[in-house]
């Protein structure tokens, strides 16, 4: 009973000063490679996959240990074109960064809030990364991606690195 009590009393004087520091609170989880490159800060993480926001792109990049790259599962892309060549496009303006190297456009692209127009596509990719004609969605909003470049080289170095940084202090977690 006693060992109960002093449990309950530190959970509460824990969660005193979490709730009362906002240094705590306010904690970022950074992440880098093997080289000390930094790659961005931990947005979510589970089994061989990590989100990682990149602050000077705005945007966040799904890394996979086991990733093969981006093909239609996720995201459908749609041209203008017949052929899947030229601009890709998205109906929702996602904030996220895709590797669409399997679709031959090799490199990182995010999507471009500014560049939005209506029409209709011309072909897709499917999950497989073949090119479908005619998607449907006639005269549509769609967003165009562009290319970026990641502020980090690639491929990333293993093993990852993390930090816990807020104003206060930096915790190294390995």
């Known amino acids: 009973m006693k060992n109960r009590s002093l449990l309950i009393a530190a959970y509460v004087f824990i969660s005193a000063i979490v ?16 080289n000390n490159q930094y790659l961005g800060i931990m947005v979510w993480m589970g089994g061989d996959d990590i989100d990682l ?3 000077s792109l705005g945007g966040v990049f799904h890394y996979s240990t086991d990733y093969s790259g981006w093909c239609g599962d996720e ?11 030229g601009t890709p496009y998205a109906r929702d303006p ?21 560049g939005k127009h209506t029409f209709t596509p011309g072909s897709y990719n499917d999950e497989s ?3 479908q004609p005619n998607p449907g969605d006639p005269n549509e909003e769609y967003y165009p991606f ?23 202090v930096v915790i190294p977690l390995n």
């Open 129 to 131: 990364c073949s090119c």
């Open 53 to 55: 926001f990149i602050s």
């Open 94 to 114: 996602f904030p996220q960064i895709f590797d669409f190297s399997p679709l031959s456009l090799n490199g990182f692209y995010k999507v471009d809030y500014n």
């Open 19 to 34: 709730a009362f520091n906002p240094s705590i609170a306010k904690a970022d989880v950074h992440v880098y490679d093997k």
């Open 146 to 168: 562009g290319q970026v470049q990641m502020p980090f080289t690639t491929p990333v170095a293993l093993p990852l690195r993390f930090e816990v940084r807020s104003r206060a």
């Open 75 to 85: 995201l459908r892309l749609v041209f203008d074109s017949s052929d899947c060549s």
